[in-house]
């Protein structure tokens, strides 16, 4: 089982065209779009897959047999040695690698093994345990949940097989997240890191403050939530959530606590104050949007009871929140900018298609002379031009896009002054002048082993 065209989606989200190719050679067939895992039964004869339609990731077995839906992803999907079942990480949030280990049976009965998750899985070979990586232990869990370690060392692990003999395929892993930025006036580009994974969220609108969540610190409120300036002064940690925007004056930022519980916004002092949550409504919202530019309503992802990701318009003295478009759409961190008069925005629909969407009346259009995996990052200060990027491949190639005939000119490329490890550039924020940005990529070095004499 092979992916072809296998294309960067978001954050760890990656698909491609599912096919078979014969060992003996040949071309490889064509089975079905949109995959982003596989997995053979024990006698090889059939494939659980992960199946992207309408926005949503089924989790099939056979393929066409819906054993699980869900709005956020599904990754490292396994079957068991009796085919029986199929271990997998279940993601609530686009992009994002926190997610819960979980099983479901052949009646489609999911049960939560981990809440915390892992980055690597594997079934032992009698079907008794799932081997699992978190951090640099490798573990094991009975279906029942119980969990024993087996082996620690220095540094990040990541299983990736065992052998019907019990020999385990071992990747040890240096992986990091970096940010780079160039402050206003200057010319010579920065690195803005301040821990192990430091994720850009939003740039203020003169260059001169990111915000930024730590996202390898994680409560139950949510990632550490920073701020710093891009002079380079040190760090500011403001508090805990899932971090969304700047407001315009730099004064607040948009925060989502307890996403995986009761998502309840809150507002989050900069400066001096203290935090403000709001009241809560039957939204279930998402770590992606934009404040509007009257700095009184804030653009957020989200879902209500019955309904997919959808876009809202929050009124934050109010409270009352409305959704923006009638359709469902993809959440991703970087596909939600909003134009400089506050009318429009840009969004990514079911379907895969970026769309611009005014938020007057809630119809939309995709966005003309985008190419194949291209994402927005920010409009032009008089709300001509879309800044657009393709986050995967070296260097970054920014356009300017002329949103009214699709025309578009080569602005930048940026890369990072070392690229070892480094895949792609993601996410990018940058001012509507052009003069500022900061960016960001994960590091990723691993040596593989072969290791004999673990139980």
């Known amino acids: 089982a092979v992916s072809l065209n296998r294309h960067f989606l978001t954050g760890w989200e990656n698909s491609g065209t599912l096919a078979q190719v014969p060992l003996s050679g040949g071309a490889p067939r064509e089975i079905l779009e949109n995959v982003s895992e596989a997995d053979w039964s024990p006698d090889g004869k059939s494939l659980a897959i992960v199946h992207e339609v309408g926005g949503k990731n089924r989790l099939e077995f056979p393929i066409g047999k819906v054993l699980y839906e869900t709005s956020g992803w599904v990754s490292q999907i396994r079957v068991s040695p009796q085919g029986d079942r199929i271990a997998f990480f279940d993601h609530p949030i686009r992009g994002d690698n926190i997610g819960s280990l979980a099983v479901v049976d052949l009646n489609g009965k999911k049960t939560v093994l981990f809440e915390r998750g892992g980055t690597g899985l594997a079934w032992s070979p009698s079907g008794k345990e799932i081997w699992f990586t978190s951090g640099a232990a490798l573990q094991a869990t009975s279906l029942t949940g119980a969990r024993r370690v087996i082996a620690r060392v220095p540094g990040g692990l990541w299983v990736e097989d065992i052998s019907r003999d019990g020999r385990v395929l071992l990747a040890h892993a240096n992986i990091r997240r970096e940010i780079v930025g160039l402050a206003p006036g200057e010319t010579r580009e920065r690195n803005l890191s301040w821990l192990d994974w430091s994720f850009p969220v939003d740039l203020s609108e003169d260059g001169r403050l990111v915000l930024f969540e730590e996202q390898g610190r994680r409560n139950d409120a949510g990632y550490a939530v920073y701020s710093r300036r891009t002079d380079g002064s040190p760090a500011v940690r403001l508090g805990d959530g899932d971090t969304v925007a700047l407001s315009p004056d730099g004064r607040w930022a948009l925060n989502i606590l307890g996403f995986r519980s009761d998502s309840q916004l809150a507002l989050l002092p900069v400066g001096t104050g203290q935090m403000r949550a709001l009241p809560r409504d039957a939204i279930r919202y998402q770590p992606a949007g934009a404040w509007l530019p009257d700095g009184k309503r804030v653009l957020l992802a989200g879902a209500e009871p019955g309904h997919g990701a959808r876009l809202y318009i929050r009124d934050l003295e109010g409270g009352k929140s409305r959704p923006v478009m009638p359709g469902d759409i993809r959440v991703t961190f970087t596909s939600i900018t909003v134009s400089p008069d506050g009318k429009s925005a840009t969004a990514i629909g079911s379907d895969g298609v970026v769309s611009i969407v005014s938020l007057e009346n809630g119809?939309?259009?995709?966005?003309?002379?985008?190419?194949?995996?291209?994402?927005?990052?920010?409009?032009?200060?008089?709300?001509?031009?879309?800044?657009?990027?393709?986050?995967?491949?070296?260097?970054?190639?920014?356009?300017?896009?002329?949103?009214?005939?699709?025309?578009?000119?080569?602005?930048?490329?940026?890369?990072?002054?070392?690229?070892?490890?480094?895949?792609?550039?993601?996410?990018?924020?940058?001012?509507?002048?052009?003069?500022s940005y900061v960016y960001s990529y994960r590091r990723l070095l691993t040596d593989l082993y072969l290791v004999d004499g673990l139980k």
């Not at 657009?388 to 990072?416: C, H, M, N, Y």
């Open 363 to 435: 119809r939309s259009h995709p966005v003309p002379g985008l190419a194949p995996g291209e994402l927005p990052v920010q409009w032009s200060e008089d709300g001509r031009f879309l800044y657009v990027s393709r986050p995967q491949g070296l260097p970054a190639r920014i356009f300017r896009l002329d949103i009214a005939t699709g025309e578009r000119t080569l602005w930048k490329e940026i890369t990072p002054s070392d690229p070892a490890g480094v895949p792609g550039i993601d996410p990018i924020r940058l001012t509507r002048d052009g003069k």
